[in-house]
């Protein structure tokens, strides 16, 4: 990805969180070559120092990897699919399990895990909100809808929240958990790109975290939809290969 101009002959590196000197229009902005220098070397410890603990007090967010939108077996949501859209995700959706396994297991020596799955509070669903009771969108306590694919294992200190929307934030108390534990990076993964990774990114931005989407392991409804979701939202969030952002957070980790 580019560079999003910050102005004042300073730039954001997006890709690595830090900020550098764009040097054709930063002396003419300060000045003297010492007052520059000085300036430079001041601004570089920072971004070092800012870079370093935003990959530090980063969580990993799986989103709705469960069996209610992710197994061939529920017939009720995937029959009203395309046999062709079911395809493409499905085929996605098993190609991605290796890679979440990886994912899982080098990340969790890094940061906070959370796994948020839909699952209603009360047995009739009242406690949903709207467009999940006009989608028909219902997992009762306990139902096996609400289970992790069976790839993924929860592990000691992982965090598991219940949903009743397409957003994590509007549904939960994720925001005064995460601040709890001082995370500014949150880093999603799940599906389906073109809903709840969307409304999940968005919710996450506005509210100030940095936001980092890992590309392969995220599936949409359709090829089409994951891809176009995902550039839209590189505004909110940087979108990058899990195993791109696996060598990052090693290297911020040393």
């Keep these: 990805m580019g560079s999003r101009g910050m ?3 300073i730039r954001e590196d997006v890709l690595r969180g830090s900020y550098h000197l764009d040097l054709a229009s930063g002396p003419a902005r300060w000045g003297a070559t010492a007052t520059f220098a000085a300036d430079f070397r001041k601004r570089r410890r920072l971004a070092v120092e800012v870079q370093d603990r935003e990959y530090r007090e980063s969580a990993l967010l799986f989103v709705d990897l469960q069996r209610l939108s992710c197994d061939r077996e529920n017939i009720e949501l995937f029959s009203t699919w395309p046999a062709d859209d079911q ?12 890679a979440v396994c990886t994912a899982d297991r080098l990340l969790t020596v890094t940061v906070q895990v ?14 949903r909100c709207l467009d999940h009771k006009m989608s028909n969108i219902h997992v009762p306590p306990g139902h096996r809808g609400a289970e992790l694919m069976p790839p993924l294992a929860m592990q000691a200190d992982d965090i598991r929240l219940t949903k009743t929307s397409s ?4 549904s939960t108390n994720i925001d005064y958990i995460l601040r709890n534990m001082d995370v500014r990076t949150l ?21 100030g975290y940095r936001v980092i989407i890992a590309e392969d392991l995220c599936a949409g409804t359709t090829a089409e939809a994951h ?14 290969s899990s195993k791109q952002l696996i060598a990052e957070l090693q290297e911020h980790k040393k």
Aim: net charge neutral.
């Design 227 to 240: 891809h176009h979701s995902l550039m839209n939202l590189k505004g909110y969030a940087h979108v990058c």
């Design 7 to 9: 102005g004042g002959g």
């Design 114 to 127: 959370l796994f948020t799955v839909i699952e209603s509070l009360t047995r009739d669903g009242r406690d």
């Design 167 to 170: 957003g994590v934030f509007n």
């Design 87 to 98: 395809a493409t995700f499905f085929n996605r959706i098993e190609k991605q399990w290796q």
């Design 187 to 207: 880093i999603v993964a799940g599906v389906l790109t073109n809903q709840c990774i969307e409304s999940v990114t968005r919710e996450a931005a506005d509210r």
